[in-house]
């Protein structure tokens, strides 16, 4: 025999935490909808940061670097010869503390490069000391010392092989590669 079973309880209450505002939206929109049919909707929506594994977080902060590399390289620049940042790269190095304030457990690599004017040896202690001047930077803004490390590079790896001003100017760069732990 079948027993018939009758609701008599008219609230409907929902306590969820979602990842998504978007879908935290449409819960909120369903919840309210209910009233339509006689029932009183209640109860939060919340929305929460997702958990991200250390190889997530590496891939997340490797894509805002990436993002970012075209200003990197027109803003993060070195006269001839110097490892004194100019004027225009406090703001875009600013973005890459920004960067590494939402991904706190990657390391990053900040390679420094030269062009291919000076003998080798000299580009290679050139392009540490650029790294490093970068790495002091974002130490100064307030990165862990520990999650950074400047890697010389020297004239090794050119963004373009030409021998013009605007080619030497575009080798004079840095680079920054999110890592698990260093080397």
């Known amino acids: 025999m079948y027993k018939r079973q009758v609701l008599d309880d008219t609230d409907l209450t929902m306590n969820v935490e979602v990842t998504s505002e978007a879908f935290a939206e449409q819960l909120r929109a369903t919840l309210q909808s209910t009233a339509g049919v006689g029932l009183r909707p209640g109860g939060e929506v919340a929305v929460s940061e997702p958990v ?9 902060l490797q894509a805002e670097l990436d993002a970012l590399q075209d200003e990197i390289r027109r803003n993060v620049i070195f006269s001839r010869s110097s490892n004194a940042l100019v004027d225009t790269a406090p703001p875009t190095l600013d973005k890459v503390i920004d960067a590494m304030d ?33 790495v002091e930077y974002l130490i100064d803004g307030g ?19 030409e021998e013009t001003d605007e080619a030497y100017q575009l080798n004079r760069r ?9 080397q």
């Open 143 to 161: 990165m862990d010392a520990g999650r950074l490390n400047g890697v010389g590079y020297g004239e090794e790896d050119p963004v373009s092989p």
């Open 102 to 134: 939402r991904y706190r457990r990657p390391v990053v690599e900040v390679g420094g490069h030269t062009d291919s004017r000076g003998s080798d040896s000299y580009n290679l202690e050139l392009s540490k000391r650029r790294a490093d001047a970068v």
């Open 52 to 60: 991200l594994s250390l190889q997530e977080e590496i891939l997340a």
């Open 174 to 182: 840095v680079e920054f590669t999110a890592l698990e732990k260093f």
